[in-house]
């Protein structure tokens, strides 16, 4: 059954938001961005800005409050939210935003590690081998920037990256969602090819 009502809560939260060569993130702009951040539609004064710390670029980090509702749900004798209020009369499940959330990292985690594995092929084909390093970051310090364009450590959960050679080639991998190794849940190219998560029959 449900809570009546929902329960109201004032969440205290970090923003990394651009700051446009134009001018400065006003707090006025902040608040406007954070209550229609991801297509949820907040009024504007449920949304109270900290303070804006400019971080040199074009980031800026906006620490806000932010009042919204949540629906819970007695199951087993244990209370679950289920939905979160994202507008006026508007509920989202919360079971779909982090199914989504947590296929998006998936798929952005692939494609690092995707962009990883086609510089360790450019390297075997200059050099004639695949680099022998200790570990990830040491392979990313050896293929950037002339492999690599860019600099990519970690995956989607903020894990770092493992690599490791075998007898057939290379082995890159992340320990996916659950952060634990041996699980099911990796994310694994063997010679640049996806070895898990295997796609969905």
Do not use: C
Not at 104 to 133: C, H, N
Not at 170 to 181: I, V
Request: glycine share 8%; proline share 4%.
């Amino acid at each position: 059954m449900w809570k009546r009502g929902g329960v109201a809560l004032a969440l205290v939260g970090a923003f990394l938001m651009g700051v446009w060569a134009r001018g400065e993130l006003s707090p006025g702009e902040a608040r406007r961005l954070i209550a229609t951040i991801g297509g949820i539609q907040l009024p504007k004064e449920n949304v109270h800005v900290r303070r804006i710390d400019r971080l040199g670029g074009r980031d800026a980090v906006v620490e806000a409050f932010v009042l919204t509702a949540f629906k819970f749900t007695r199951r087993d004798d244990e209370w679950e939210i289920t939905e979160v209020r994202v507008g006026d009369r508007q509920w989202e499940s919360v079971e779909l935003v982090t199914t989504a959330v947590r296929a998006e990292k998936i798929r952005r985690t692939i494609a690092d590690l995707q962009e990883v594995a086609a510089a360790v092929e450019a390297f075997r084909k200059e050099r004639g081998f695949y680099p022998a390093v200790a570990d990830f970051a040491a392979l990313v310090d050896q293929l950037a920037p002339t492999y690599l364009k860019r600099v990519i450590r970690e995956d989607w959960w903020h894990r770092p990256f493992r690599y490791g050679l075998t007898r057939a080639g290379y082995r890159l991998e992340s320990l996916g969602p659950d952060g634990k190794p041996n699980t099911g849940d990796e994310i694994i190219l063997e010679n640049g090819e996806i070895v898990a998560p295997r796609p969905a029959s």
